[in-house]
C-alpha cells in the first residue's frame, strides 16, 4: 500500500501578546502555523528543515512588537513576512491575529479596561506564488426584536416548528471579507463593513435567518467595493415566547437547545469584460 501525505501542518496557536503604545493598549492572540510541510519530517523522520513552534512563537512576537498592532491585517502580514523572511523554504506560512481594544478609564490617571466581546481579526496565507489576507470581525450578541418572518417551510410529522409571522432573532454574529488588491485602509474597511452589516440586520425585512444574513451581506458589498466578497455566519440563541402575557410585551425564554448555525457567503460578480462589478 501507498499511503499520501494529505495534510501536514504544525505550528504555535494561543499566542497572547498585550500590546502598550501610548494612550493605547490593545490585547492579542497570535496564531503562527506551517502548512504543507516540511514533508520530511512527517513520513521519514528528518527534522533537518523543521523550524520549531517556540522558535515561531519567538519570531511572531517580534514581528508584532515591530509592527504594532494598529490593524490586525497589519501585524499578521508583518508576522508572515518576517517567517518567510527567515525561512523561504517553507511551503507555506499562515498567520491569524485577533485583536481587542482596550479603553481609557474616566479619570487623570493611566487606567484602562477591557472594551468588550467586540474582535478583530485577520488571517495572511504565504506561499511561494502570493499572499492570501481574509480579514473577520465578531461581535457581542445582536437581537432583532421585529422584521422578520419565517413561513412556508416544509411541514410534516416530524416538523416542531410553526410558522412565524414576526419573530425575535438572536445570536452571536461573524463577518468575514476579502478585498481586492491595493493599499486597503484595513481600519476604514473594518468599519464600513461592520456599519453596513449591522444596519442591514436592523433594517432589513427577511423571511428566514438565512434571507437575513444574504441581505447584510449584499449590503456589505454594494456599500464597501473594495470587497471581493464577504462571509456572514450566526450561531443562533435559541428563544421561545412565553405565554400569558399582556399585549404589547413579549418575554422570551432563552433555550438550552443545540444552537442552530448560518452561514451565507456572496462574491462579487464578473462583468462581462472580466473585471470585478
Known amino acids: 500500500m501507498t499511503a499520501v501525505l494529505d495534510t501536514a501542518v504544525y505550528g504555535k496557536a494561543g499566542i497572547r501578546l498585550l500590546v502598550v503604545s501610548g494612550d ?47 490593524t490586525p491585517e497589519g501585524a499578521a502580514l508583518a508576522v508572515v513576512g518576517r517567517i518567510r523572511g527567515f525561512y523561504p523554504f517553507l511551503p507555506e506560512v499562515e498567520a491569524e491575529v485577533s485583536a481587542v481594544r482596550w479603553q481609557c478609564l474616566p479619570g487623570p490617571g493611566h487606567g484602562f479596561s477591557r472594551r468588550g466581546l467586540s474582535l478583530d481579526r485577520a488571517t495572511v496565507t ?15 450578541p445582536v437581537l432583532l426584536t421585529r422584521g422578520s418572518r419565517f413561513t412556508g417551510f416544509i411541514a410534516d410529522e416530524r416538523t416542531p416548528n410553526q410558522p412565524a409571522e414576526d419573530r425575535a432573532i438572536a445570536g452571536d454574529l461573524e463577518l468575514l471579507w476579502s478585498a481586492g488588491g491595493g493599499g486597503a485602509d484595513y481600519g476604514v474597511t473594518r468599519a464600513a463593513v461592520c456599519s453596513a452589516a449591522l444596519a442591514a440586520f436592523e433594517t432589513c425585512q427577511s423571511e428566514s435567518v438565512q434571507h437575513l444574513l444574504t441581505l447584510m451581506a449584499q449590503r456589505v458589498l454594494e456599500e464597501t467595493p473594495c470587497l471581493r466578497s464577504v462571509e456572514i455566519r450566526m450561531d443562533g440563541i435559541p428563544l421561545s415566547i412565553a405565554s400569558g402575557l399582556d399585549q404589547g410585551r413579549r418575554v422570551y425564554v432563552v433555550g438550552t437547545q443545540p444552537r442552530p448555525h448560518t452561514r451565507v457567503s456572496l462574491s462579487r460578480a464578473e462583468s462581462v469584460e472580466g473585471k470585478l462589478s
Do not use: F, I, K
Open 24 to 70: 493605547e493598549v490593545t490585547e492579542a492572540t497570535v496564531r503562527a502555523m506551517v502548512n504543507g510541510g516540511p514533508a520530511e519530517s512527517y513520513t521519514d523522520g528528518d527534522n533537518g528543515r523543521v523550524v520549531t513552534t517556540d522558535t515561531l512563537r519567538e519570531v511572531a512576537t517580534a514581528a508584532v512588537a515591530e509592527a504594532g498592532l494598529r
Open 126 to 140: 504565504s506561499t511561494a506564488d502570493g499572499v492570501a489576507l481574509t480579514s473577520g470581525w465578531a461581535g457581542p
